[in-house]
């Protein structure tokens, strides 16, 4: 299957089960493309195709899930607290063949797990969510967020602001902020 028969698939499964497990209030698959798919892929620009990727807070699969559809060389690491939605994503991985790992604990719960990348979708604020993923990084591990427009650059211990970018995708923008993790680093 080509990367947007995968991302197709993926949008049915998502709206198929959607209602029952609150994932989201967009029931059209093209607006799904635009909201969701569309502004996951924009941050494959500043991914490795190789590595280990944690998406925290994953929800329904994004950013995480269109990612792994891209970037196949990328292992992935899905941690969703909710049980249902993390059940739902194992339920993704198997359909799309994905290399991933979903687990169902928050992210200072989780144990054994080494990234070279982060993402995250309207999780808490950058500091905070830099601050919770440390133990989980590599040294030179990126972190690339979405971010609103207005917001300032994170200052974290160990983490080092690289720079933002505004995407146009259609109509829309968005708006990237991008770290490295230095821990280690002199």
């Known amino acids: 299957m080509t990367v947007q028969e995968d991302i197709e698939r993926y949008i049915t499964e998502t709206l198929k089960f959607s209602r029952a497990l609150n994932l989201t209030s967009v029931k059209d698959a093209e607006t799904f493309q635009q909201r969701f798919i569309d502004p996951s892929l924009a941050l494959c620009e500043w991914?490795?195709?190789?590595g280990v990727l944690l998406d925290v807070g994953s929800?329904?699969?994004?950013?995480?899930?269109?990612?792994?559809?891209?970037?196949?060389?990328?292992?992935?690491v899905l941690v969703e607290r909710r049980k249902k939605?993390?059940?739902?994503?194992?339920?993704?991985?198997?359909?799309?063949?994905?290399d991933a790992?979903?687990?169902d604990c928050d992210i200072r719960a989780l144990e054994h797990v080494q990234a070279n990348v982060c993402v995250a979708r309207a999780v808490t604020r950058p500091e905070t969510l830099l601050s919770m993923v440390s133990p989980h990084m590599v040294r030179g591990a990126v972190a690339v967020l979405p971010t609103s427009d207005e917001m300032c650059p994170a200052t974290v211990s160990d983490w080092d602001f690289e720079g933002s970018e505004t995407v146009t995708l259609g109509n829309e923008k968005q708006h990237v902020q991008r770290y490295r993790y230095m821990e280690g680093f002199t």
């Open 85 to 98: 939605r993390a059940e739902f994503l194992r339920h993704i991985v198997r359909v799309l063949g994905l």
């Open 59 to 76: 929800g329904m699969g994004i950013p995480g899930v269109p990612i792994l559809l891209k970037r196949r060389g990328l292992h992935g």
């Open 101 to 103: 790992d979903v687990y």
């Open 47 to 50: 991914l490795p195709q190789q």
